[in-house]
């Protein structure tokens, strides 16, 4: 069964609209999850690194006040893009990872699409 | 030029062919991943390894730590293994840095 549940999958919504993503490690408390972005056909670039209770790390040019990370619990981060703008349309992927020796878990994504 | 570095990006193959996907990598790995990733976006990770060879299933997929180089190996394709396979390499902390993928169409 599923390891990573991530919701939602679609979303479609106008300019100027903060859409909330949340991602659910359901096997096992994850202290660690990661954000990803991927473009069309494009390689999976991470956007954050999400540590329960603490601030999320954000990767060079990726704007913390843009891309809202929160991890309030071993189970569940949310990303929030703010004001989203047609640009931020893009596939989003969470990961987690419980034993560093272990695979990460992948969410199955949403995909975003800003009118 | 990318730290990961894959090849073919793209290939396609008749039912039952034997598929070979290579990944090669410039840093220094604490272990190397293959991912799946489907049409609708899903990622699945096939195998995690830092030396030698794992097996699961017609999937086998080997690393040569020396000359920074990972395969991974499909027999008997079949067209439900189309998709998009990625390498990624785990070089420091949690963090993964991905190839490009190499999308696969098995055709029946």
């Known amino acids: 069964g599923a390891v990573v549940s991530q919701h939602p999958s679609r979303v479609i919504c106008k300019s100027g609209t903060s859409v909330k993503i949340e991602c659910r490690s359901l096997d096992f408390q994850a202290t660690t999850m990661f954000w990803y972005r991927q473009f069309p056909k494009k390689s999976l670039m991470l956007m954050a690194t999400?540590?329960?209770?603490?601030?999320?790390?954000?990767e060079q040019g990726v704007e913390k006040d843009k891309f809202l990370i929160n991890h309030a619990s071993l189970t569940l981060s949310t990303l929030t893009v703010t004001s989203a703008h047609p640009e931020d349309s893009s596939f989003y992927i969470c990961?987690?990872?419980?034993?560093?020796?272990?695979?990460?878990?992948f969410g199955d994504g949403t995909r975003l699409s800003i009118l | 030029k990318n730290e990961v570095e894959q090849s073919p990006q793209n290939l396609t193959a008749q039912e039952g062919e034997f598929i070979t996907i290579n990944c090669s990598y410039s840093v220094g790995i604490s272990a190397l991943h293959w991912l799946q990733q489907h049409p609708g976006g899903g990622i699945v990770s096939l195998f995690m390894l830092s030396s030698g060879k794992k097996k699961h299933g017609r999937l086998i997929a080997t690393i040569n730590i020396q000359e920074k180089h990972s395969s991974l190996h499909i027999t008997a394709s079949h067209p439900r293994d189309s998709a998009v396979y990625i390498c990624a390499v785990k070089s420091s902390g949690d963090k993964l840095t991905f190839g490009t993928g190499t999308r696969l169409a098995v055709r029946p």
């Open positions: 999400s540590n329960e209770g603490s601030k999320a790390t954000y």
């Open positions: 990961s987690v990872t419980g034993d560093p020796a272990q695979p990460q878990h």
